[in-house]
């Protein structure tokens, strides 16, 4: 067991970074009620202490026992049911079907101007060169 519960609670204080007197102010006790502590907290100000400092583990700061902190509880995901994450699916198979539509049509396009280009190209090849035979 690690000190005084009066000495616990000092190291929490001095862990959190706040003043005893404002420690004092968010639990709703007096200024001098963490030098007035003799051997233990009374339940009534403990619940508001657990309160004001849920991350503070009750046990540790009464007994001495386990971490100053209790362990952060992560927020559980929401339950989807398998039919809303289905429907989320197809709708975002429906928009990438759409995006790469979208590309390949773009693409298309790109083709038969590159392929009317080589068309224009070839055709003035063959003019300059019969240009040239002739000439």
């Known amino acids: ?9 000092k190291d929490f204080i001095k862990f959190v970074g706040i003043s005893e007197r404002e420690f004092c102010r968010r639990v709703g006790v007096g200024s001098a009620y963490i030098q007035s502590i003799r051997k233990s907290i009374m339940p009534d100000t403990l619940q508001q202490i657990t309160i004001q400092f849920p991350r503070l583990n009750p046990l ?27 429907l989320k699916l197809l709708e ?13 049509e773009s693409q298309q ?26 000439g």
Request: hydrophobic content about 40%.
């Open 92 to 104: 975002d198979a429906r928009e990438e079907k759409a995006r790469l539509l979208s590309i390949i």
């Open 60 to 86: 540790w700061l009464m007994m001495g026992e386990g971490e100053m902190l209790l362990p952060e509880e992560k927020p559980e995901a929401p339950e989807v049911a398998p039919s809303e994450i289905l």
């Open 1 to 9: 067991m690690e000190g005084t519960v009066k000495e616990r609670l």
């Open 109 to 134: 396009r790109t083709i038969e101007r590159l392929t009317e280009l080589t068309k224009k190209a070839d055709v003035h090849r063959g003019d300059t060169a019969t240009s040239a035979a002739v």
